[in-house]
């Protein structure tokens, strides 16, 4: 049996979820109000509340309203469906278990970043070049005040 999925077709978050793993995009993390798949160089940020659909559409605005500015947002562009697709980046933090505590990688932070609403999140692509990769609060109609972290009891909506 053939399966039927147009991406211009409104569809729930865990369809779209599925339709991902099933073409090779393989789950890399999830947030307070968004799910991430990676595939290649590139990533989808999956909505599953409003929050998420209101910072896929807010990264997207910024990231194009930015362009040839001196913020550098990583590259991105909307599907139909709201989910963002976004060159994939390499985060420039890592874990340290001594501490237990999350460290920046050596100099390699761009001072810019540490000017972000949201702190400097920020990595590095494949070609080198450093980019803002979870920018949504540089957006002042979207600040959420405060960390967002996954809840285990998120209520996910459909797309």
Same mark, same amino acid.
Request: with cysteine; hydrophobic share 25%.
């Given at each position: 049996m053939e399966k039927s999925w147009n991406i211009n077709t409104i569809i729930t978050g865990k369809n779209y979820s599925d339709y991902l793993k099933e073409n090779g995009w393989v789950f890399?993390?999830?947030?307070?109000?968004?799910?991430?798949?990676?595939? #290649? %160089?590139?990533?989808?940020?999956?909505?599953? %509340?409003?929050?998420?659909?209101?910072?896929?559409k807010s990264e997207h605005k910024l990231y194009h309203e930015s362009l040839g500015k001196h913020k550098r947002y990583a590259p991105c562009r909307l599907l139909k469906n709201n989910c963002l697709l976004m060159?994939?980046?390499?985060?420039?933090?890592?874990?340290?278990?001594?501490?237990?505590?999350?460290?920046?990688?050596?100099?390699?932070?761009?001072?810019?970043?540490?000017?972000?609403?949201? #702190?400097? /999140?920020?990595?590095?692509? %494949?070609?080198?070049?450093?980019?803002a990769y979870d920018y949504?609060?540089?957006?002042?109609?979207? /600040?959420?005040?405060?960390?967002?972290?996954?809840?285990?009891?998120?209520v996910r909506i459909e797309l």
């Open positions: 890399c993390g999830s947030g307070c109000c968004r799910d991430v798949y990676i595939k #290649g %160089n590139s990533v989808i940020k999956v909505p599953y %509340n409003i929050k998420g659909l209101q910072s896929n060159r994939a980046i390499s985060d420039l933090f890592y874990y340290n278990e001594d501490t237990d505590d999350v460290e920046e990688s050596d100099s390699l932070i761009p001072s810019w970043a540490y000017d972000l609403y949201d #702190g400097p /999140q920020v990595g590095i692509d %494949n070609k080198g070049s450093v980019y949504a609060e540089e957006d002042p109609e979207i /600040q959420y005040g405060g960390n967002c972290y996954p809840s285990q009891d998120a």
